[in-house]
């Protein structure tokens, strides 16, 4: 069995930062680029979120139904909630 390669110095060389006071490394293959990955689309914040086991069973249901994550039902309740209660003039 052969061991793993070990980082070379052909591998890895330091970048001008960006930011000032932050150095970056450079990897001549893959790596984080800036303004690369998924676009945000929104503030985050942590909620904490108590419902009786009932409605977590059929959140979890309905995630499962629609192929989508709890925070991705729950944001798409609550904007079609206050969309209709705009709509409505409530």
């Known amino acids: 069995m052969s061991s793993p390669p070990t980082p070379s110095?052909?591998?890895?060389?330091?970048?001008i930062p960006n930011h000032e006071g932050q150095?970056?490394?450079?990897f001549s293959k893959g790596g984080s680029r800036e303004?690369?990955?998924r676009k945000g689309f929104g503030e985050t914040r942590?909620?904490?979120?108590?419902?009786?086991?009932?409605?977590w069973q059929a959140l979890e249901a309905?995630?499962?139904a629609k192929s989508c994550s709890k925070s991705e039902?729950?944001?798409?309740?609550?904007e079609t909630?206050?969309?209709?209660?705009?709509?409505?003039?409530?």
């Open 73 to 78: 039902a729950l944001r798409g309740m609550i």
């Open 9 to 15: 110095s052909k591998n890895i060389k330091l970048g």
């Open 81 to 90: 909630y206050l969309h209709n209660e705009h709509s409505e003039g409530r």
């Open 46 to 55: 942590k909620v904490s979120l108590t419902l009786s086991a009932e409605v």
């Open 62 to 64: 309905h995630c499962i």
């Open 23 to 26: 150095m970056s490394m450079l």
């Open 35 to 37: 303004g690369a990955g």
